[in-house]
């Protein structure tokens, strides 16, 4: 009976199994925040475009576009700041 209990105990321990779960957890979990920053990025690209519409044409990479509009603020306060 000890064999058996120390054999289960084993089986729970060391399951490949378990180890798979986690990897495809993970993997659903990255490809949840990629959409969410996907929302975020087309939020923030429709948002600041009613102040500086031209700045989505001509910034295409959605981390530049992000940094920029972080640097820039609102539009019109860059502008009077010239």
């Known amino acids: 009976m000890l064999f ?6 084993y089986k729970l321990k060391f399951s ?5 779960t986690m990897i ?14 996907n929302n975020y990025v087309m939020r923030a690209r ?3 475009g009613w102040h500086f ?7 295409t990479d959605n981390l530049a576009f992000v940094k920029t509009v972080k640097l820039m ?7 009077s700041h010239l």
């Open 24 to 37: 495809v957890q993970a993997i659903s979990l990255l490809d949840d925040v990629d959409k969410e920053l």
């Open 46 to 48: 429709e948002w600041y």
């Open 4 to 9: 058996c209990c120390s054999l289960s105990r």
């Open 53 to 59: 519409p031209e700045l989505g044409k001509i910034i």
């Open 73 to 79: 603020g609102i539009y019109c306060l860059f502008i």
């Open 16 to 20: 490949p199994d378990k180890v798979d």
